[in-house]
């Protein structure tokens, strides 16, 4: 039977860490059908790929794509990068499940985003979420976790307390229900509310339910800085307890950490000795571009603006919220270990809508400009602001990057989300380089200019690696059954166009949102999706599901 399609003359990179060698690659009906020796093949067409390399879709497995895949299911900033399936529900949040009593809260969580058309909350249940994103066709693959903050939410809200035994019952009965539906396990952000209120106990109780399935623990462990060492010790616990393996999420130390990334990787490695099965992923940039709001303590993030205004404006309330940040009691996501350690040159206003004058500038800057101790600026700017007012927080040494990418337990994600320079997801245009270049820029960067990586190795990392972590047995290679998700790029042209690699200046370097140059044929489910710079249109993308049975 001739196949539908065959990329010629290819350096095949089968996405195991084996070699590149010539060869023809042909596709029939989605899949692979045949890997032969270059010139071997014949197909009803042809593309002569010139010895560029030909990959498996790369694989991101920490990703925040789950509303911003519905205001653009074209998937531009991941498809054009080579990207073709996205992991979503990290970091403990998931769209779903949702319950109506805490519909108000879900839609606070998840911020502009979530008051978007394309956004309707409709489902409830999670499987109604998986056949709300199939329904309106994706130009990428979906698989999904389950969230640990959507479970609390819909069961208790953002209470700042221990679960009682129903509300932690209910919790598990709607896990059951997301693995039922295909999630591939839970996800937790333990530095964020709701997810930090919950002890870890809470935690094992729901682990257990995902055990049963044969899914994983993926984890936003609770503090990345100054406590990471416990943080890593406690997932480890986790799903050493409840059975289950660990995914730990973007675990490059943050500023405050008390050694380097060798440091946690030593646990892992420990760990493994022991036989547990514990891996990580790590993104390659620096800094972050969150809202100022995400460095005020953790009970009062999640309150309606006008409350944490008027919390602010309270001279008592401010000198406790400084004192808090400080004493970081209940340890903070990363970027706040620069509000306590005094870092304020190191946080740069990205957007102000209420205040323009200050874009650009460092809190540093704008302290001195003011005569006003830095902490008073950086409150003064929420109180003008409120959820609108952003910076980029520099707050990662990239040494602990080029240790996490050489260690084999560690694969490549970008912790980015589906954008695309136009529209809703660019107005205004939020600080995300690693939404468009992240895997452009590792093998620009650390395989071709500053290789700290083969090429091969790099590829398996964003490949076979993450497929074989989430059971997609049938991606992340090059073998004739397999999935045709392909990426064909050329090397000595691959470019990162969103990153800025120097110290930040304004007007910021990424500016406007860019697609890397390189990437040259993308295909999902052997659909060209992108030729050249031009995205197709195509929309041949699936919902992932883990298939696999309860074991009980």
Request: proline share 7%; charged share 25%; net charge negative.
């Amino acid at each position: 039977m001739a196949s539908d399609l065959v990329l010629a003359n290819g350096r095949i990179l089968d996405g195991c860490g084996n070699p590149w060698f010539w060869g023809d690659l042909a596709i029939r009906q989605g899949r692979i059908s045949e890997v032969a020796p270059a010139g071997t093949l014949r197909g009803r067409k042809v593309i002569d790929v010139g010895g560029r390399f030909v990959a498996p879709g790369f694989i991101d497995v920490h990703t925040h794509s789950d509303l911003s895949i519905l205001v653009n299911r074209r998937a531009e900033s991941a498809v054009r990068q080579g990207a073709t399936t996205h992991v979503i529900g990290n970091c403990g949040m998931s769209p779903a499940p949702v319950d109506e009593a805490h519909l108000a809260e879900m839609r606070r969580y998840w911020g502009r985003i979530s008051g978007q058309p394309e956004i309707t909350w409709e489902w409830r249940t999670f499987a109604q979420y998986l056949q709300t994103l199939q329904s309106g066709g994706l130009a990428i693959n979906v698989a999904s976790l389950a969230g640990h903050a959507a479970l609390r939410i819909a069961v208790m809200g953002f209470d700042d307390r221990e679960s009682t035994p129903s509300e932690l019952e209910k919790m598990k009965e709607l896990l059951g229900e997301a693995m039922e539906a295909g999630a591939f396990g839970l996800s937790t952000g333990l530095v964020y509310p709701p997810g930090c209120f919950a002890r870890t106990e809470e935690i094992i109780a729901l682990c257990r339910v995902v055990a049963r399935y044969h899914g994983l623990y993926a984890s936003h462990v609770r503090g990345e800085r100054e406590t990471i060492l416990e943080a890593v010790a406690e997932a480890i616990r986790i799903g050493q307890e409840a059975g289950v393996p660990v995914q730990i999420s973007h675990n490059a130390p943050k500023f405050g950490a008390p050694g380097d990334a060798t440091a946690n990787l030593r646990l892992v490695e420990e760990a493994r000795a022991q036989g547990q099965d514990v891996t990580v992923d790590n993104d390659v940039h620096t800094d972050l571009g969150p809202p100022l709001i995400g460095g005020l303590p953790q009970p009062i993030q999640e309150r309606p603006i006008a409350e944490i205004v008027a919390l602010l404006q309270d001279p008592d309330t401010r000198r406790q919220i400084r004192e808090e940040i400080i004493f970081d009691r209940r340890p903070a996501f990363g970027p706040a270990g620069l509000l306590k350690h005094g870092q304020w040159q190191r946080i740069t206003v990205l957007n102000a809508p209420q205040s323009r004058d200050v874009v650009g500038k460092t809190i540093a800057t704008l302290a001195a400009e003011r005569g006003r101790d830095p902490f008073d600026v950086y409150f003064d700017l929420i109180v003008e602001n409120g959820h609108d007012v952003y910076a980029i927080f520099d707050y990662i040494d990239e040494a602990n990057i080029r240790i996490l990418l050489q260690h084999p337990t560690v694969m490549i994600c970008s912790d980015g989300q589906v954008l695309a320079p136009y529209g809703f997801l660019n107005d205004p245009p939020p600080y995300s380089p690693c939404s468009y270049g992240e895997f452009p820029g590792v093998l620009e960067r650390y395989v071709r200019d500053e290789p700290v990586l083969t090429l091969e190795e790099a590829i398996r990392k964003m490949t076979s690696f993450p497929a074989q972590r989430f059971g997609l047995r049938d991606r992340g290679i090059l073998w004739p059954g397999a999935w045709a998700d392909i990426v064909v790029f050329d090397l000595e042209r691959l470019r990162d166009r969103a990153t800025n690699l120097y110290p930040h200046t304004y007007p910021f370097a990424n500016y406007p949102h860019r697609y890397p140059e390189g990437i040259d044929y993308v295909f999902v489910n052997g659909v060209l999706v992108v030729e050249g710079e031009r995205h197709t249109g195509a929309l041949p993308g699936k919902v992932l599901r883990k298939t696999w049975t309860c074991g009980d």
